[in-house]
């Protein structure tokens, strides 16, 4: 809601700008289609506006005509990553679709048993668009969980992507208010947790098993895996069925035999060609 409210005052605040028009909606749209893949359709033209204002105020614009005129004669990298952070989708929270996690929680001492049988301390997992951090530090909560509950210790190693700069300096701080973290147990909080200022700060032991990288999914990845597990959650509704079903093979591959995939809520391979097995709504095991 806060930052619904955010984006329409910075909407009201850009009305003396002149709309954003067929031509450089259908520039921007591309532009950001070509870097990322998210298909920005009509019904995302007053989101792009409301969220472009601020920037053009910033650069001194007056019009979308005097922006795309910017990106396109100065094409500046700088400003291209600004452009994707801003119109990039950062809604999150810790143990977000909690049904995920209660999976992992009943899997994952299953799994470390198994890898122990097969004389193998390697666990990895993959959050693809981490946002803030709070899927992943959510995913490490879990794991350190698990691997107390279990005894078995192993080599754990959660990559944590996203394309946006600013969200991933966010998620590398681990620092979060009181009411970000309000879905996390005070056990945990306890824990894994150093309090001080009205702030909750992730312990240097939980944040060492994370890695925060930069990332275009639909770019080339400077890694293999495999991994045991992956989060990409609320990131193919933004993409045409032709990126996602070539996103889908790409994380099968990097997918260890019997790896999850984890999709989000108001997504499904349904209409999607692929080589998994349906565990639960959203839930997918490689076969």
């Known amino acids: 809601m806060e930052q619904e409210y955010q984006e329409k005052q910075e909407g009201r605040l850009g009305t003396f700008l002149k709309p954003l028009a067929d031509r450089e909606f259908q520039y921007l749209s591309s532009l950001v289609y070509q870097y990322c893949g998210i298909n920005l359709h009509e ?56 049904q995920h996690f209660d999976f992992l929680q009943r899997e994952l001492p299953n799994l470390l048993r198994q890898k122990k049988t097969k004389g193998s301390s390697r666990l990895r997992l993959w959050s693809t668009a981490c946002s803030s951090g709070e899927e992943p530090y959510s995913m490490a909560l ?64 939980l944040k060492k098993i994370i ?7 639909i770019g080339p990845w400077p890694f293999q895996g495999p991994f045991d597990v992956i989060f990409c959650r609320n990131m193919m509704i933004y993409f045409d069925k032709e990126t996602q079903l070539e996103l889908v093979g790409r994380l099968h591959q990097c997918l260890t035999e019997d790896g999850y995939l984890f ?25």
């Not at 910033?58 to 452009?83: H, M």
């Not at 890695?211 to 999914?217: E, G, P, S, T």
């Open 43 to 98: 019904g995302k033209r007053e989101l792009v506006r409301a969220r472009l204002c601020k920037r053009l105020r910033e650069l001194n614009l007056d019009s979308f005509v005097d922006y795309c005129r910017y990106l396109q004669e100065k094409n500046p990298p700088e400003e291209i990553t600004l452009l994707l952070d801003t119109l990039s989708t950062n809604l999150t929270s810790f143990f977000r679709e909690k």
């Open 142 to 205: 879990v794991v350190a969980e698990a691997i107390v509950s279990t005894g078995v210790h192993c080599d754990v190693k959660i990559l944590a992507t996203d394309i946006s700069s600013s969200m991933l300096r966010r998620a590398e701080a681990g620092c979060y208010s009181q009411e970000r973290v309000k879905d996390i147990s005070p056990a945990l909080k306890f824990k894994y947790f150093q309090y001080e200022d009205g702030q909750y700060t992730v312990n240097p032991e």
């Open 211 to 217: 890695a925060f990288r930069k990332l275009n999914v």
């Open 263 to 287: 999709v989000g809520h108001s997504e499904s391979l349904i209409g999607i060609s692929h080589a998994f097995r349906h565990i639960q709504p959203t839930v997918y095991q490689r076969i």
